[in-house]
């Protein structure tokens, strides 16, 4: 069982760290080219809003829909399971696609909200309302592509939805390059519809090769009302719960010129980490613990959810040691040149330096939280999601006038500690046992041995810096010190005696023997 794990969640994460390495690249290029002032504001802003919607679509979809559609497979019913799947995807091609037509006529209205800042008129406002209603549409393809993975997902098929990251990634570098000297930054807005487009064209076959599909609505279908009932107060609430992007937009449209993208670059290093340690997991974890509701099968249920905590915080935990001592040097590297100064460097840095704990509270809330979608309780999260929300935008606008941008993510990382610690509490409750003493005794192996690991960093990398001065150099040197921590961080858990550690060693140990075998 746990092999089964381990097989998908490492297929999982390569392709996530493919996409992130195309998504790295992308940041990089605007970075050279654009820098840190109107051209990626613009980008950012008129991004949010979609960017928040494909957020909530794509998760909300699978965690929704795979439980009910696993509920109906269980029970030896596919007709019904398909009959449910078809009637909400119909469905959502006409609700999704009336939105995407209200906001691209509507346009000019939302961004009044959405950017209180910006002029009508500026150079700044234009372009952003034309990358608004370019990216827009994009709600469309996400919702139904969340729906057709869930699908894949809910089948044990995990290779075809995992590599959807990629295609979306690569389009917009794809279109990045090619004609960002024909239309500038709006190339990236271009990439960034095509990319879902293509995603749901990749998809599309699992609809089109299947009888059991039918391009009809059936409103009476018990298993579609239940959709309905979950999910529509659920994306609701979380569209409102998950809007960090929307917030930041609307509060730094009257800060000084590249505060948004400040937030943007540290905000996407640390959610990229979080993507690679915890999709893998996560994805390949929740259809499990969903089936083992479905079977009433408790203890499978605190096993998954057990596993996944200590393996992501296996990940996680150093990955945050890692970010916070070396994030100067790392965004020196990636981004800093052409029009990316070394001051926007140092500002970058400050924002990573607070979002860097986040890392451990976001993985760890990706498994949380699908452990309660799973029982079909859809409401505690986004109820604890929307109130943080609140909680959030009240202390960045208390903070503001004396932090500028760096309230948003000192509030944000406040508040998704306190979002983390109230739904473990809340799940101890409905679960009789959480497998707590395990994951608290690994967890503490996993920190004591990351601290060290990073107090060894934070020492030792300012007498080596000074040596690093070319990119190449500089790349090199990054390469070697991470290296040498992860390897000290792998030998004290040794020492520790850490049940993680051990296991991998002998998976390892009986992989080798199998291929001997096979020779």
Same mark, same amino acid.
């Not at 917030?247 to 400040?262: C, E, K, Q």
């Not at 893998?280 to 929740?286: D, K, N, Q, R």
């Not at 109820?383 to 959030?392: D, E, F, K």
């Given at each position: 069982?746990?092999? =089964?794990?381990?097989?998908?969640?490492?297929?999982?994460?390569?392709?996530?760290?493919?996409?992130?390495?195309?998504?790295?690249?992308?940041?990089?290029?605007?970075?050279?080219?654009?820098?840190?002032?109107?051209?990626?504001?613009?980008?950012?802003?008129?991004?949010?809003?979609?960017?928040?919607?494909?957020?909530?679509?794509?998760?909300?979809?699978?965690?929704?829909?795979?439980?009910?559609?696993?509920?109906?497979?269980?029970?030896?019913?596919?007709?019904?399971?398909?009959?449910?799947?078809?009637?909400?995807?119909?469905?959502?091609?006409?609700?999704?696609?009336?939105?995407?037509?209200?906001?691209?006529?509507?346009?000019?209205?939302?961004?009044?909200?959405?950017?209180?800042?910006?002029?009508?008129?500026?150079?700044?406002?234009?372009?952003?309302?034309?990358?608004?209603?370019?990216?827009?549409?994009?709600?469309?393809?996400?919702?139904?592509?969340?729906?057709?993975?869930?699908?894949?997902?809910?089948?044990?098929?995990?290779?075809?939805?995992?590599?959807?990251?990629?295609?979306?990634?690569?389009?917009?570098?794809?279109?990045?390059?090619?004609?960002?000297?024909?239309?500038?930054?709006?190339?990236?807005?271009?990439?960034?519809?095509?990319?879902?487009?293509?995603?749901?064209?990749?998809?599309?076959?699992?609809?089109?090769?299947?009888?059991?599909?039918?391009?009809?609505?059936?409103?009476?279908?018990?298993?579609?009302?239940?959709?309905?009932?979950?999910?529509?107060?659920?994306?609701?609430?979380?569209?409102?719960?998950?809007?960090?992007?929307?917030?930041?937009?609307?509060?730094?449209?009257?800060?000084?010129?590249?505060?948004?993208?400040?937030?943007?670059?540290?905000?996407?290093?640390?959610?990229?980490?979080?993507?690679?340690?915890?999709?893998?997991?996560?994805?390949?974890?929740?259809?499990?613990?969903? =089936?083992?509701?479905?079977?009433?099968?408790?203890?499978?249920?605190?096993?998954?959810?057990?596993?996944?905590?200590?393996?992501?915080?296996?990940?996680?935990?150093?990955?945050?040691?890692?970010?916070?001592?070396?994030?100067?040097?790392?965004?020196?590297?990636?981004?800093?040149?052409?029009?990316?100064?070394?001051?926007?460097?140092?500002?970058?840095?400050?924002?990573? @330096?607070?979002? @860097?704990?986040?890392?451990?509270?976001?993985?760890?809330?990706?498994?949380?939280?699908?452990?309660?979608?799973?029982?079909?309780?859809?409401?505690?999260?986004?109820?604890?999601?929307?109130?943080?929300?609140?909680?959030?935008?009240?202390?960045?606008?208390?903070?503001?006038?004396?932090?500028?941008?760096?309230?948003?993510?000192?509030?944000?990382?406040?508040?998704?500690?306190?979002?983390?610690?109230?739904?473990?509490?809340?799940?101890?409750?409905?679960?009789?046992?959480?497998?707590?003493?395990?994951?608290?005794?690994?967890?503490?192996?996993?920190?004591?041995?990351?601290?060290?690991?990073?107090?060894?960093?934070?020492?030792?990398?300012?007498?080596?810096?000074?040596?690093?001065?070319?990119?190449?150099?500089?790349?090199?040197?990054?390469?070697?010190?991470?290296?040498?921590?992860?390897?000290?961080?792998?030998?004290?858990?040794?020492?520790?005696?850490?049940?993680?550690?051990?296991?991998?060693?002998?998976?390892?140990?009986?992989?080798?023997?199998?291929?001997?075998?096979?020779?």
């Amino acid at each position: 069982m746990q092999t =089964r794990l381990s097989t998908s969640s490492t297929a999982i994460t390569i392709l996530t760290a493919v996409s992130i390495g195309l998504g790295i690249v992308t940041q990089i290029v605007l970075a050279r080219w654009f820098g840190a002032g109107t051209d990626l504001d613009a980008y950012y802003a008129a991004s949010s809003l979609p960017n928040l919607f494909t957020l909530v679509l794509t998760s909300s979809f699978n965690i929704i829909f795979v439980p009910i559609f696993l509920f109906y497979k269980e029970k030896d019913s596919v007709r019904d399971a398909w009959e449910v799947a078809s009637s909400f995807i119909n469905f959502l091609v006409l609700a999704l696609g009336a939105i995407v037509l209200f906001g691209v006529l509507f346009a000019p209205l939302i961004l009044r909200i959405l950017t209180p800042g910006y002029a009508p008129g500026t150079p700044n406002y234009d372009l952003t309302l034309t990358m608004f209603r370019i990216q827009w549409p994009i709600i469309l393809f996400s919702g139904v592509n969340g729906v057709m993975a869930g699908i894949f997902y809910a089948h044990g098929r995990f290779l075809r939805p995992a590599s959807t990251p990629v295609i979306n990634s690569a389009a917009v570098l794809i279109f990045t390059l090619a004609l960002r000297s024909q239309i500038g930054i709006v190339a990236t807005a271009v990439g960034s519809l095509v990319g879902p487009i293509l995603m749901t064209l990749w998809l599309l076959p699992l609809l089109l090769r299947n009888d059991h599909y039918k391009p009809t609505i059936n409103w009476r279908h018990p298993g579609l009302r239940r959709v309905g009932r979950l999910g529509i107060p659920w994306i609701a609430s979380n569209l409102f719960a998950k809007g960090t992007a929307v917030i930041d937009t609307m509060l730094t449209s009257f800060l000084m010129p590249g505060s948004l993208t400040y937030l943007n670059y540290a905000y996407r290093l640390v959610t990229m980490s979080v993507n690679l340690v915890t999709r893998g997991t996560a994805l390949s974890i929740f259809p499990r613990i969903s =089936r083992s509701y479905a079977q009433s099968n408790p203890d499978d249920f605190r096993l998954y959810f057990s596993t996944g905590i200590r393996f992501i915080g296996l990940i996680a935990i150093p990955a945050t040691g890692i970010i916070f001592t070396l994030r100067e040097p790392v965004i020196r590297l990636l981004f800093e040149g052409n029009n990316f100064a070394q001051a926007d460097t140092l500002a970058t840095a400050q924002v990573v @330096a607070i979002y @860097a704990g986040t890392l451990i509270s976001l993985s760890f809330g990706s498994i949380i939280s699908n452990s309660f979608y799973a029982q079909h309780d859809t409401k505690t999260p986004a109820i604890i999601g929307a109130v943080g929300t609140l909680l959030r935008a009240g202390l960045a606008y208390v903070l503001l006038p004396y932090l500028s941008y760096l309230s948003l993510a000192l509030s944000f990382t406040i508040v998704s500690y306190g979002k983390v610690l109230t739904m473990i509490y809340l799940l101890h409750h409905k679960q009789v046992s959480l497998d707590g003493k395990n994951i608290i005794f690994s967890l503490s192996k996993m920190t004591v041995s990351a601290l060290l690991m990073s107090v060894i960093i934070f020492v030792v990398w300012p007498r080596i810096d000074t040596i690093a001065i070319t990119k190449p150099v500089l790349l090199f040197t990054l390469i070697i010190i991470v290296g040498a921590a992860l390897a000290l961080y792998i030998s004290l858990l040794f020492l520790l005696k850490s049940p993680e550690i051990l296991y991998i060693k002998q998976t390892i140990i009986t992989l080798r023997k199998q291929n001997n075998k096979i020779r």
